[in-house]
């Protein structure tokens, strides 16, 4: 059994019971006890890893202000929700009603053409 | 160790607690939030421990505590009621705990630092620690269930609602890396 045989072994099965022909193999190769006692070690790290942090008598209740289930809650959160479609569509429609209003200009220039269409159109002759 | 007995163990359904938290579970979904607060405080230290072995930090359990609970608050819909309501907050939080495990890209506290100061062999230990902190965090997630909660495959899979192959695929694979890391060490 070679060390890569070995290392995957052990991290494949733990370090804590090898078998004989690993037990030897660490016996006679230093670098492998050394990872076998690594590995242990991560494992001892893992299992013990815990925070400790106990709930405060107040967590229940925080837990409960936070949830969003009233009106005003929902309100928001549709409100903030909407919000970017909100402005979108208004952004839209400014930008559509501004195209689609006549300039200054123009109106003077319809007017221009109106005019002269009248006064060819009322003018004796002008329908024949 | 007791946290995985309890879990496996849950309340048997018809014993009078059992039918209590049903109750408890009725109302919430009516939307009484007093119901709900005792819910809370009814299962808050499991879930406390259970988020503890993944942070460190108290605020943080306690972030992912509150967002077990309100994630329970907006689906219970969606709870059945076939398996215990403890199975169901485990999974919950089991999720939460890896989506903002998943969501963190280096760790930025070591693993285990009293014990580190502890330790007979301080220098061996913080670069073990060292070593755990540099591993993925959802690699880091299977090995601290499989390790620390003493999990086997087949339970990380109930309990996370993964397949089992999908648990065996990332368990393999978080134990190569951390061999790879170890081994380079040496």
């Known amino acids: ?128 | 160790m007791e946290l995985a007995l309890s879990i496996t163990m849950g309340l048997e359904s018809g014993t009078e607690p059992a039918r209590e938290e049903a109750a408890l579970v009725a109302a919430c979904r009516r939307g009484d939030e007093d119901a709900f607060a005792r819910l809370v405080r009814r299962h808050e230290k499991r879930v406390f421990r259970l988020a503890g072995r993944f942070f460190r930090q108290p605020e943080e359990v306690e972030e992912v505590a509150q967002q077990t609970f309100l994630t329970i608050w907006q689906k219970l819909d969606t709870y059945r009621a076939k398996a215990p309501f403890e199975h169901w907050l485990t999974r919950v939080c089991l999720n939460c705990c890896y989506e903002r495990l998943r969501k963190q890209k280096v760790r930025s506290e070591p693993l285990d630092e009293d014990y580190a100061a502890a330790s007979s062999e301080p220098t061996a230990r913080l670069e073990v620690e060292r070593l755990l902190e540099v591993l993925p965090a959802t690699d880091r997630f299977i090995l601290l269930l499989l390790h620390g909660e003493e999990w086997s495959v087949a339970e990380i899979a109930e309990r996370l609602g993964w397949s089992r192959a999908n648990v065996k695929v990332r368990a393999h694979r978080a134990r190569k890396k951390l061999r790879q890391l170890l081994a380079e060490e040496l």
Do not use: Y
């Open chain 1, 1 to 128: 059994m070679n060390c890569a045989q070995v290392r995957k072994l052990l991290a494949e099965e733990g370090s804590d019971v090898p078998g004989v022909e690993i037990r030897d193999h660490l016996d006679e190769c230093p670098g492998c006890a050394r990872f076998a006692e690594r590995l242990k070690l991560a494992a001892e790290i893992l299992r013990n890893h815990q925070s400790g942090t106990e709930p405060d008598a107040g967590f229940a209740t925080r837990v409960v202000a936070a949830l969003p289930t009233s009106s005003a809650d929902l309100l928001g959160w549709a409100a903030m929700r909407l919000l970017p479609a909100t402005l979108a569509l208004a952004l839209v429609l400014t930008v559509w009603a501004l195209a689609a209003t006549p300039s200054p200009t123009s109106l003077v220039e319809q007017a221009l053409g109106d005019d002269l269409w009248s006064w060819i159109l009322d003018s004796p002759g002008g329908e024949s």
